[in-house]
């Protein structure tokens, strides 16, 4: 009689927790979708999921549930400090994964940065085209891939823009979505991060004897700039849903901005490492890595 009741206490805490998990996963529920018209059924690999927030391109299910989650918070968080409650924003996430195609080309954004250039003629644009190359031409030389670092950070792009840049998407797409990022995923900033560290060290040609001192200390540093990245992540998002918001001064989204950085543990001055102690190699090594990664995450 004892093991059956034990066996109907264990049924009926399995069918609780069932019922929780449903509970709470209920607000960030996402399935798969047909693709509106004129878009891409799949993104090479990425198959097409929706949600309340819109839509979302990914390899992987639950890499879609995990930006959107993220997503989910950051909507909860801006309607819980603000007089207007907007849920109705609908934007388009592309999700990058480890072993995935690269959905951004620098070489693409370049030629896509040339023409805006040229037509526009005005210094703003020309200073963009040059910011776009340099910025090429420095990680570079830092023995690292712009496209795979392009696709471990976030990057919003105008939704009039992708069509330029995946040609995949219709030249309307601006008129059927409020807004559009690229998204990578935790284990993406985790695997393109290691592959970084890996080049920076390569290029830095370090010596046995200080490898033997430096590795003991990698996983540490790797683990503080990937938990960096992960921040910057959430607050690129951030940003971009705060920026859909109607009815806020430029001044007050700045205000909103500093108080999500501050709650985030971002650092503006030093980047979310301030307190890590480095020297010699490990600082330089440390310096070349996150510097390129932690600023791409916050444009």
């Known amino acids: 009689m004892k093991k059956q009741k034990n066996l109907y206490l264990s049924c009926f ?44 391109y990914a390899g992987r299910k639950s890499a879609a549930v995990e930006v959107n989650k993220i997503i989910g918070t950051i909507v909860k968080e801006l309607d819980e400090n603000s007089a207007e409650k907007t849920t109705t924003t609908k934007g388009l996430i592309l999700v990058t994964d480890t072993k995935e195609k690269p959905i951004l080309d620098i070489q693409n954004i370049i030629e896509v940065v040339q023409k805006a250039a040229k037509q526009q003629g005005s210094e703003e644009s020309k200073k963009a085209l040059k910011s776009v190359i340099e910025a090429k031409e420095k990680i570079e030389e830092q023995g690292m891939d712009m496209d795979m670092l392009l696709s471990i950070v976030p990057m919003p792009i105008e939704p009039n823009m992708l069509p330029e840049i995946v040609n995949e998407f219709p030249k309307e797409l601006g008129q059927q979505i409020d807004f559009c990022i690229v998204v990578p995923t935790a284990r993406n900033i985790k695997y393109g991060m290691k592959k970084i560290f890996a080049a920076a060290m390569k290029k830095k040609k370090i010596g046995l004897a200080e490898k033997l001192v430096l590795l003991p200390l990698m996983p540490f540093i790797e683990q503080k700039v990937v938990d960096g990245m992960k921040k910057g992540r959430q607050l690129a998002l951030y940003q971009l849903l705060l920026d859909e918001r109607e009815g806020l001064t430029e001044k007050q989204k700045e205000d909103k901005i500093k108080a999500y950085k501050r709650k985030l543990g971002i650092d503006d001055d030093s980047g979310p490492n301030r307190d890590t102690e480095n020297n010699g190699q490990t600082k330089e090594i440390f310096n070349t890595t996150q510097c390129w990664a932690w600023n791409l995450a916050l444009v």
């Open 13 to 56: 805490a399995v069918l609780l927790l069932c019922s929780l998990e449903v509970i709470v996963l209920a607000g960030h529920s996402i399935s798969q979708s047909a693709a509106p018209d004129g878009w891409p059924k799949r993104l090479d690999k990425r198959k097409l999921y929706s949600s309340k927030y819109g839509f979302v």
